[in-house]
């Protein structure tokens, strides 16, 4: 199988079609339908898979399986290494020196690229991709007058250079007349338009992260080489637009709880200009929070507030926040989306709740941002108790199973932000199967090996868990009703690696086609409940599967975001691993929904034994939501049950306790399941009871 002259075309379409589907652009002509047969035909990594599985599933890919195999597999020659990328650049720079833009913003580019010893023949060609990911302009040479002309000037004698944009954000320069001698140099101008005015638009998303990428194709046989050290660019935000206020959502009566507030700007980026004050105020009273926070764009334009909790009950605080007027000393004028109102903490001697997030990516894959700035989002501005970066395997345009100095900066950024009792900070990468589907694999503990769908000893799920076994670490499968590919059920985990599916992201709802929020390109017979049909019994959970650098907050910036509530006592990774091991958890659409359900003494995800149960087994449920509840539906092999109507009485109550009508459940009732529903829109899913 040779892929070589189509491979730089088709290796981007994958990139691109990651991410949540309102952030994908239009799919290239590169995009071969999913259910593309590959015949053995030879002898070939991809092809030895397919003759070991006999058959390919059907939500299978093996387009893109192809295209990264011959990706990863390719040995670069000597002229495709070496050579060097100096940025010019005159505008604005930060305190370390790196240049700066705003988001959004029009820009020209100009970049001194020196060739390598070996030179580039006659043939081959210097590429330059920008970020493939969110919505940097296409670089193209042929209208001037149109956003991203790009030039190219080369000192080479005799030596022509013509253009063509390859893919999105990709541009190549093929070498003609003479060849490219080694040390001569080429100058870029990414944006360069009439006058050099500048017309290259920057990603929406803040961060600082490599954004120009150079390849170099030295002897013309259709492979290159991405040129080390890319130049490093920051994206500012943009102006203060809103504010989040996060609280602990369970405590006991006298314990100390926390209040996270963070102004953001339009797109939920971080630390934008702000020097203002946020009002609060709790509902009920008897909160001992100020009056005001003072934020300034020095820490971040984050605080965070430390107070006990009185007396038993439900509280809420509301933040309004304004900034300092340019023009009147002493005067503040509210931001455009200024006044937000927390999530519920409801103070109890329940079982305690915590907020994670175990699935995301930074530019070392496909997303934005470093991960130290993904582990501070997490903590300082979206609240979680505990979050983990998954980039992926083998997927982007430096893939951590190539370049293990990666893989090690996450694992030290996640030691780096781990603080026990305060905040969980976990590595883990995303074994990116377009064969079997995706999933993440989460380490608790201090072993943290990398294992590649691409590695011919871990490239199916049973090779997979067999690498697991004995690790302090997860497998969890995502999208699988749809999205960029849907997973194969047909593959049996192991409870202690596998207990979990992930069933809500930027995606989409993955649990059941008839459930709210349902993931786009779904297919039939790859929900969650078809797991659960199956036999499976996964627990389920919600993550946000965010590429914008924004944990536990990317549906400010995308239809869709996924959490998940953990029934945890302890904030260590050992009591979370035991946790989510047993079950104890719940997905929700990004709202804080308070969901607790004990069925005969049990919490949601248990076992019990059928002829233990009474004929009329107690569904015990607490209840607090975001926004008033529109109804509650058990969710059995037989179909959909309405357990409680919110718009019954004309005005939705947020809080729901006590127990719910449970039906006769038959003999052929082995799991259910319980659907929450808010007028707003928000769902929250139960982990399914499972009955022997």
């Known amino acids: 199988m040779h892929l070589r002259s189509t491979l730089p075309a088709l290796f981007l379409f994958a990139l691109t079609a990651c991410g949540p589907e309102s952030e994908r652009p239009e799919r290239p002509a590169t995009d071969a339908p999913a259910d593309t047969a590959l015949a053995a035909t030879g002898d070939d990594p991809l092809e030895e898979l397919i003759a070991r599985l006999g058959e390919l599933p059907d939500s299978a890919k093996p387009n893109i399986a192809a295209a990264m195999l011959e990706s990863v597999e390719s040995v670069p020659t000597a002229a495709d290494q070496g050579g060097s990328v100096e940025f010019l650049w005159d505008g604005e720079r930060d305190a370390a020196g790196v240049p700066t833009v705003a988001r959004e913003s029009n820009h020209a580019y100009a970049f001194e690229v020196t060739i390598g010893p070996e030179g580039i023949v006659t043939g081959g060609s210097l590429y330059l991709q920008i970020s493939p990911f969110w919505e940097w302009t296409t670089p193209q040479a042929e209208v001037e007058s149109m956003a991203g002309y790009t030039t190219a000037e080369t000192d080479g004698e005799g030596v022509e250079l013509s253009a063509s944009t390859v893919d999105r954000q990709l541009i190549e320069f093929r ?54 050290d890319p130049p490093l660019l920051r994206v500012a935000p943009g102006p203060p637009a809103q504010v989040i206020a996060t609280l602990t959502s369970t405590a006991r009566v006298g314990e100390t709880v926390r209040l996270n507030l963070a102004v953001l700007d339009v797109a939920g980026n971080s630390g934008p200009e702000f020097d203002g004050i946020v009002e609060l105020t709790s509902t009920p009273e008897g909160l001992e929070i100020p009056a005001q926070v003072e934020l300034r764009s020095g820490d971040g334009a984050t605080a965070e507030l430390e107070f006990t909790v009185p007396e038993t009950g439900t509280y809420r605080i509301t933040a309004k926040a304004s900034i300092a007027d340019p023009i009147l000393e002493g005067d503040f004028l509210p931001l455009p989306r200024g006044t937000s109102t927390s999530n519920p903490l409801r103070v109890s001697r329940a079982p305690r709740l915590i907020w994670v997030d175990l699935h995301g990516h930074t530019a070392l894959s496909d997303g934005t941002g470093t991960p130290e700035d993904y582990y501070r989002y997490a903590r300082d501005v979206a609240g979680l108790d505990a979050v983990a970066l998954t980039d992926h395997d083998a997927w982007g345009l430096e893939p951590l199973q190539q370049h293990p100095e990666l893989w090690q900066r996450i694992v030290d950024a996640a030691a780096a932000a ?3 009792g305060r905040f969980v900070a976990l590595p883990g990468y995303e074994w990116t199967s377009w064969i079997f589907g995706h999933r993440h694999v989460v380490h608790f503990g201090d072993n943290t090996p990398l294992f590649s769908s691409l590695a011919p000893d871990s490239d199916t799920p049973e090779e997979l868990w067999a690498a697991l076994d004995g690790l302090d670490s997860l497998s969890i499968p995502h999208h699988p009703g749809g999205g960029p590919i849907a997973v194969d059920w047909d593959h049996s985990p192991p409870a202690d690696i596998e207990p979990l599916a992930e069933v809500m992201s930027v995606h989409g709802s993955s649990v059941a086609p008839f459930a709210p929020r349902r993931i786009y ?120 049950i309405l357990i409680h109507d919110g718009l019954a009485e004309g005005v939705p109550e947020d809080e729901l306790r006590g127990a719910l009508p449970m039906p006769a459940l038959e003999d052929s009732v082995n799991w259910f399941y319980l659907q929450v529903e808010q007028v707003d829109g928000e769902v929250a899913w139960s982990s399914p009871f499972f009955l022997d």
Do not use: W
């Not at 140099?185 to 290259?200: E, I």
């Not at 638009?201 to 030295?218: H, K, T």
């Not at 509530?565 to 691993?577: G, K, N």
């Open 175 to 228: 070498v003609g007349g003479a060849p490219l001698p080694g040390g001569s140099t080429v100058r870029l101008t990414y944006g360069a338009g009439p006058q050099n005015k500048g017309d290259a638009r920057s990603d929406r998303f803040a961060e600082l992260a490599p954004a120009f990428y150079f390849a170099i194709d030295g002897d013309g046989d259709g492979r290159r080489r991405i040129l080390p």
């Open 418 to 420: 781990n603080e026990p």
């Open 521 to 640: 390109s779904a297919r039939p017979g790859h929900y969650a409940l078809d797991a659960l049909t199956k036999g499976h019994r996964y627990g389920f959970l919600g993550s946000g599967d965010s590429h914008d650098g924004h944990p536990g907050l990317p549906q400010l910036a995308a239809p869709h975001g996924g959490l998940a509530a953990v029934m945890c006592e302890d904030l260590t990774a050992a009591s979370l691993l035991e946790a989510l091991r047993q079950r104890r958890v719940y997905a929700t659409t990004g709202a804080r929904i308070l969901l607790r359900a004990n069925l005969e003494g049990s919490p949601m995800g248990s076992t019990l034994l059928r002829s233990a149960l009474p004929e009329e087994p107690s569904l015990l449920v607490e209840l607090i939501g975001t926004a008033g509840i529109d109804n509650v539906q058990l969710v059995t092999p037989a179909g959909q």
